[in-house]
């Protein structure tokens, strides 16, 4: 069964400074990576995702991430970031298989505070 | 833009109460899905249908029982609400061999 670890239940940066957060899977095959935002009260948003190909994928809101297979991680970057980033971030992992779920698997979240 | 619409999306309920949490997309999907969420914590699959007439439970136990008769809903329900179901529940969906998966706004649950 596959696994997410996020280490990082919080993180604070100061706006404008650059972001970086911490992913690491555990999964026998290729993963499908992906990563997504959840504002308060809200559901969850899509920022980005890989499958294949490129290890550099680029998302929304100027978000991108590095898969790292050697490293088993998929860190999410932002070069700057806005106060509206704060929320709640979640990596997940996705497998398909013939008989059972196929749903995601997801971290424990990281929060993230963006200070003035 | 993902469109998964979840109602109600609060709701405050008294111990013993049967609820449905509803929900609907406009998008076609065939995979559909219900995670639970605690404050503070990760998401954790507790059902989802591949599609008319398919429902399957998930990794994490749950009193909760779901229905797939049409293509675009996929409501859940309590049959007799307690405290220990107070959570927020997201209803999410997927195309056909697609995992990525879009997400209602949630439904937060409390149970007095």
């Known amino acids: 069964a596959q696994s997410v670890t996020q280490p990082d239940i919080h993180i604070t940066v100061s706006e404008g400074a650059s972001l970086e957060l911490r992913c690491n899977y555990s999964?026998?095959?290729?993963?499908?990576l992906f990563w997504y935002v959840q504002s308060p009260g809200q559901g969850l948003q899509l920022l980005l995702k890989?499958?294949?190909?490129?290890?550099l994928v680029q998302g929304i809101k100027g978000f991108e991430a590095e898969f790292k297979r050697s490293q088993s991680s998929f860190n999410l970057r932002k070069p700057s970031v806005h106060w509206s980033d704060a929320a709640e971030y979640f990596c997940?992992?996705?497998?398909?298989?013939?008989?059972?779920?196929?749903?995601?698997?997801f971290g424990k979240g990281t929060h993230l505070i963006i200070q003035p | 833009e993902a469109d998964i619409y979840q109602t109600p999306r609060y709701l405050v309920i008294g111990t013993g109460k049967k609820i449905t949490l509803e929900c609907s997309q406009t998008?076609?999907?065939?995979?559909m899905y219900w995670y639970q969420q605690d404050p503070g914590m990760e998401l954790h699959l507790i059902h989802y249908?591949?599609?008319?007439?398919?429902?399957e439970k998930g990794d994490l136990s749950s009193e909760s029982t779901v229905s797939r008769i049409r293509t675009e809903h996929f409501p859940l329900t309590l049959e007799s609400a307690r405290p220990s179901h107070t959570s927020q529940y997201l209803c999410?969906?997927?195309?056909?061999?697609?995992?990525?998966?879009?997400f209602g706004q949630g439904t937060r649950l409390t149970v007095v």
């Open positions: 999410a969906s997927s195309v056909p061999g697609g995992l990525e998966a879009f």
């Open positions: 999964y026998g095959a290729t993963p499908y």
């Open positions: 890989y499958f294949s190909g490129d290890t």
């Open positions: 997940a992992v996705g497998a398909y298989s013939g008989g059972g779920a196929d749903g995601l698997t």
């Open positions: 998008m076609g999907h065939d995979k």
């Open positions: 249908s591949y599609g008319v007439n398919s429902t």
